[in-house]
């Protein structure tokens, strides 16, 4: 098997962090999906206090990026990832042994702040031990965690008929078995000598202007993808009229993901620059909203095909956008370490992901708004209910035209190239 093949050519620590990633997803998604639903209907909570509390979580990873990745600079990215992934065991098991609002809070406070530091660190680690192999490196690196987010519901589905606690549990063991082997396998690797203060490398990087337009041009890139959590499984189920039909944009995703991604990177890899194929992803993932229109604007009782045939068009648009992310983001991984000199790579990715993040939480909340108006009742509802579709279809069509500029422009940097054939 193919993938097989390129995991066993690459280095031992690279190949632990692409299980540390299968990992990592694998326990979020086992947990983080049905903490809403505990807080609420197992303790008890009001709306507001389950939502503080999920916002605590979300606040703290997305508002410590920057540290997390001027972290993995500063102290070196093993160090960062081993204590990132304690820091989370420490919080899902706070999740399964604690009741009480402090602890809750607590418990979401470090998950974040996990997040926060092997996220950054775990790319930073990846970019600099992968060499001229980043962008297959990175290819590989989507084909786990989109392994993982597919079988971390499926396996806190069957530990929910336990109870919470055993999913928080199961989740902190995952984390708590990560951190040992990171500490056994992963190496030291060669420290960039620190120049400077903290203060003056995030000056640096706020003051690369190029890298800057760039993330702000990649903002669609993560709002889309976001989708495949909020809008497509929505879609799903008002075509169909079925709850469980949103699991079937995960399973889509997921064997998409397994079977092409790294053909996908390696063919477009030998055909040129990464710029352009960045372009080509965000217009697919942009696309990607138009074959749901089809359907899931006439709801399942209109005289239309039944729920197998309605389902088909909402699942092309999930592959659709699964093909472009398979496309984009590899590349978009590759380049933002060239952005900068090595030393700053953890501050470089630490910066786009904060970007990436905030951006994100701005489209969900903007194509929640529209979701709801298409949601009303009225004479214009088949136009409204084209709204949520036609705004993620703008957002990536302009995101890719952003992009297409700063690359006819030169702005994007040049990433060297390794040779295609591969040696295990």
Known sequence: MRILHEIRGLPLAIRLLLVNQLGVTTGFYLLIPYLATHLGDDLGLSAATVGVVLGVRTLSQQGLFLLGGSAADRLGARGVIIAGCAIRTA???????????????????????????????????????????????????????????????????????????????????????????????????????????????????????RFLAFALAMVGMFTLESQLYLLLPDGARQATGWDGAAGLVFVVGTVAGITLQLRITRSLKARGAGGRWIVAGLVLMGLAFVPPMLVTTAGPGDGAPGPVLRVLPV??????????????????????????????????????YAVSGIAAALGNTAVGWTMDIAGESGADSTLRALLPWVCCLTTGLDSAAGVAWLHRAGTLPRTRRAPVAVTA
């Open 91 to 209: 919080g899902f098991a706070l999740f399964a042994l604690g009741d009480g609002l402090p602890v809750l809070l607590a418990a979401s406070v470090l998950s974040g702040v996990a997040g926060a530091l092997f996220n950054p660190a775990v790319r930073t680690f990846l970019a600099q031990e992968s060499g001229e192999r980043r962008a297959e490196a990175f290819a590989l690196f989507n084909v786990f965690a989109t392994t993982g987010a597919l079988a971390g519901p499926l396996l806190g589905s069957a530990l929910l008929l336990v109870d919470f606690r055993a999913a928080a549990l199961t989740a902190a063991g995952i984390f708590a078995l990560l951190t040992c082997a990171q500490a056994l396998v992963l190496p030291a690797g060669d420290a960039v000598p620190a120049t400077g203060s903290v203060t003056s490398d995030w000056r640096e990087v706020f003051g690369n202007r």
């Open 315 to 352: 699942l092309a648009g999930a592959l659709l956008l699964h093909l472009g992310v398979m496309t984009a983001q590899p590349f978009v991984m590759e380049l933002i370490p060239a952005f900068g000199r090595p030393a700053l790579t953890g501050t470089y990715f630490g910066v786009f």
